[in-house]
């Protein structure tokens, strides 16, 4: 039970907010394709080098389906601005 306490009391630092949202960014997401497709190239088995090259794969379509949402949440704000200018600018008294 003494292992499970200093587990828990571990003051090691933990990842900032702003580092887990990071992670959640297309940016990020290529950043870490990237990673993996470098670290396939120097691997000795073709299957350590296929797992790389399959995470890679994964991670850009992780990035591209994140810049799809954040392309249509940009979309939407610019509508809802445009509609309360539009609101604002023909409000009958």
Known sequence: MTHLTNWLDDPSPKASATQRL??????ACRD???????TSVVMA????????????????????LLERVERSFEKRRAL??????????????
């Open 45 to 64: 088995t073709s299957n350590e080098r296929l797992a790389l090259e399959r995470s890679a794969q994964a991670w850009t379509l992780r990035a591209e």
């Open 80 to 93: 809802e601005k445009a509609s309360r200018q539009y609101g604002d600018d023909h409000v009958r008294l």
């Open 22 to 27: 990071r992670k959640d960014t297309a940016g």
């Open 32 to 38: 870490r394709a990237t990673a993996d497709l470098l």
